[in-house]
C-alpha cells in the first residue's frame, strides 16, 4: 500500500512536497530530497478536489478532538455513532484517524476485521448494517503491532482514507482524532477544505490539567477556522450503579468545562457521569446506551446528542433560507 513518496529517513517534521516551505524549513535540513522537493511547483493537492467528489454524498462531517488523551474522547465518538444509528433511516460512517493508537475497533467490537478493496475503493468495516467504520487497526498485522510513522507519512494515509474508502452515502461522517493539535488536525483540515466540515466537539475531564490542553485546543480551531459545536465534559462525577450515589472523583478546581465555556464563549453541550459499566461495554466492544440503558450517563449523553443533531440541523436550515446564526436548544 503506497503512502507517500517521502522517503523513510525524512526528517522527523517534515513539511511535506506541497508545503510552500517544502524543501526550505530547518527541518529539511540534511534531507536526500531537499533540493527535489524546493524546486517541485507548489500547486493545490489534487486530492482536496477528488476527496470532495468522493464525500459529496457526506451530508455532515463531524470531528472529536481532545486536547488531553485519556479524557474519554474514543468512548464519546464510538458511542455517538451507536446513538444517531439507532435511527435506521441513517447511515453512520466513523473514521479513526488516531494512526498511533487504533483504538476504535476494539470498542466498536471490529477488532480482527480485515478490509476489503473493491472496484469503487476500500470497503468500510460494518458494525451494523447502518453503521460503518475504517481504521489503520484493520490493517496492521496485530494489536500489539506499534505504528512508527513521521507525520507525512500519517499525512498520506489520512489522504487515502478520505479519498478510497467506499463510505457511498452517509447521514454523518465522525472523525476520532488523536489528542493534541498535530499533523493528523492539519492534515484533515488540508484534505478536508473542499468537502467541508459541520463542526467539532471537543471532549474534556473536568480537571484543570485537562481543561489547559482544551483551552489550546479552542485556540487551534479559532486559528484555522474550525466550527465548535461545543464541550463535553466526560467524567464530571461518579455515579455508583447500585445505590446511584454521586461522588466526584476529578474535582473541577477551577470551575470545570461550564465555567471554562462561559469564560471562552462557547456553548457547553452537557456532562457525563463515570459509570463503571461503560468501560466494561467498549472492552466487550458493546454499546453502553443499549447494554445499560438505565444509567444516567445513557440520558446525559442522549441529551448531548440531541444537541449535536439540532446543530446540525441549523446548518442544513441555515443554508436553505441563507441564514448564518446557529443556536443550539
Not at 507525520?151 to 452515502?169: E, H, M, P, T, Y
Not at 463535553?232 to 447500585?242: G, L, Q, W, Y
Given at each position: 500500500m503506497k503512502m507517500s513518496n517521502i522517503p523513510e529517513n525524512a526528517p522527523s517534521h517534515c513539511p511535506g512536497t506541497n508545503s510552500e516551505q517544502a524543501g526550505q524549513s530547518e527541518a529539511c535540513a540534511g534531507c536526500p530530497n531537499q533540493s527535489i522537493c524546493s524546486s517541485l511547483p507548489k500547486a493545490q493537492d489534487p486530492a482536496i478536489e477528488e476527496i470532495r467528489l468522493k464525500l459529496s454524498c457526506v451530508k455532515h462531517k463531524i470531528l472529536v478532538l481532545s486536547g488531553k488523551g485519556g479524557v474519554g474522547k474514543?468512548?464519546?465518538?464510538?458511542?455517538?455513532?451507536?446513538?444517531?444509528?439507532?435511527?435506521?433511516?441513517?447511515?453512520?460512517?466513523?473514521?479513526?484517524?488516531?494512526?498511533?493508537?487504533?483504538?476504535?475497533?476494539?470498542?466498536?467490537?471490529?477488532?480482527?476485521?480485515?478490509?476489503?478493496?473493491?472496484?469503487?475503493?476500500?470497503?468500510?468495516?460494518?458494525?451494523?448494517?447502518?453503521?460503518?467504520?475504517?481504521?489503520?487497526?484493520?490493517?496492521?498485522?496485530?494489536?500489539?503491532?506499534?505504528?512508527?510513522?513521521?507525520?507525512?507519512?500519517?499525512?498520506?494515509?489520512?489522504?487515502?482514507?478520505?479519498?478510497?474508502?467506499?463510505?457511498?452515502?452517509?447521514?454523518?461522517?465522525?472523525?476520532?482524532?488523536?489528542?493534541?493539535?498535530?499533523?493528523?488536525?492539519?492534515?484533515?483540515?488540508?484534505?478536508?477544505?473542499?468537502?467541508?466540515?459541520?463542526?467539532?466537539?471537543?471532549?474534556?475531564?473536568?480537571?484543570?490539567?485537562?481543561?489547559?490542553?482544551?483551552?489550546?485546543?479552542?485556540?487551534?480551531?479559532?486559528?484555522?477556522?474550525?466550527?465548535?459545536?461545543?464541550?463535553?465534559?466526560?467524567?464530571?462525577?461518579?455515579?455508583?450503579?447500585?445505590c446511584q450515589k454521586s461522588s466526584v472523583i476529578f474535582p473541577p478546581t477551577t470551575g470545570g468545562a461550564l465555567k471554562m465555556s462561559e469564560n471562552l464563549g462557547e456553548k457547553f453541550l452537557g456532562s457525563l457521569p463515570l459509570d463503571p459499566r461503560i468501560a466494561k461495554c467498549c472492552d466487550e466492544g458493546k454499546s453502553f446506551i443499549e447494554e445499560v440503558p438505565d444509567s444516567p450517563a445513557v440520558a446525559a449523553f442522549q441529551s448531548i446528542v440531541e444537541k449535536i443533531i439540532n446543530y446540525c440541523n441549523s446548518l442544513v436550515l441555515n443554508a436553505e433560507t441563507g441564514e448564518s446564526v446557529i443556536e443550539l436548544a
Open positions: 474514543s468512548t464519546f465518538t464510538a458511542h455517538l455513532a451507536h446513538a444517531l444509528a439507532m435511527d435506521e433511516n441513517r447511515q453512520i460512517g466513523v473514521l479513526d484517524v488516531d494512526i498511533c493508537g487504533p483504538s476504535m475497533p476494539r470498542i466498536m467490537g471490529t477488532e480482527g476485521e480485515t478490509v476489503h478493496q473493491s472496484g469503487s475503493g476500500w470497503s468500510p468495516v460494518y458494525v451494523r448494517e447502518n453503521l460503518s467504520m475504517m481504521s489503520i487497526g484493520f490493517l496492521l498485522g496485530s494489536p500489539d503491532e506499534a505504528v512508527i510513522w513521521r507525520g507525512a507519512k500519517k499525512s498520506g494515509l489520512i489522504k487515502q482514507f478520505l479519498r478510497d474508502v467506499d463510505w457511498d452515502k452517509l447521514d454523518f461522517l465522525l472523525v476520532d482524532t488523536p489528542p493534541g493539535t498535530s499533523d493528523e488536525h492539519l492534515a484533515l483540515i488540508q484534505f478536508l477544505s473542499g468537502a467541508g466540515i459541520d463542526g467539532v466537539v471537543i471532549v474534556t475531564t473536568p480537571q484543570e490539567v485537562a481543561l489547559c490542553d482544551v483551552r489550546k485546543e479552542i485556540s487551534f480551531c479559532r486559528k484555522t477556522n474550525l466550527p465548535i459545536i461545543g464541550i463535553v465534559e466526560n467524567m464530571s462525577d461518579f455515579v455508583c450503579p447500585k
